[in-house]
């Protein structure tokens, strides 16, 4: 079994930067893809970013890409995403999920993070 935990939410103004990181335990993710989702209120969860499992690839939804950065350190079993530029859309519970076949689909993803709530300020 695999337990994520997510740290790193809270308050930022728009146009102010937060980093959230995932830390896993339990057992090593350095096999796993890893992605960060987030679900808005009255929204269904949305794809954020996933990234491979050595790190050398990675893709985002087209309404972060240039401004959120997904990471990892597999020495730290630890998964990063980095925030710039933030909008207040960009506010939600963003969560961290591991091993899947299907990078953006929520639904194939096996393990899953209880999130961290992220409010952006106009």
């Known amino acids: 079994q695999v337990q994520l935990v997510e740290s790193g939410g809270g308050l930022a103004q728009a146009g102010g930067s937060l980093r959230l990181s995932c830390a896993a335990s339990?057992?090593?993710?350095?096999?796993?893809?890893m992605g960060w989702f987030r679900q808005a209120p009255g929204k269904e969860r949305e794809f954020v970013a996933a990234?491979?499992?050595?790190?050398?690839?990675?893709t985002s939804v087209d309404s972060v890409r240039g401004r959120f950065t997904i990471s990892r350190d597999n020495a730290k079993n630890t998964v990063y995403l980095q925030m710039n530029s933030l909008k207040p859309e960009d506010t939600a519970v963003y969560y961290c999920a591991a091993d899947t076949s299907d990078w953006r689909e929520a639904g194939g993803y096996v393990y899953w993070g209880q999130g961290t709530q992220v409010t952006v300020s106009s």
């Open positions: 339990g057992r090593t993710v350095r096999s796993y893809i």
């Open positions: 990234i491979s499992a050595s790190g050398s690839r990675s």
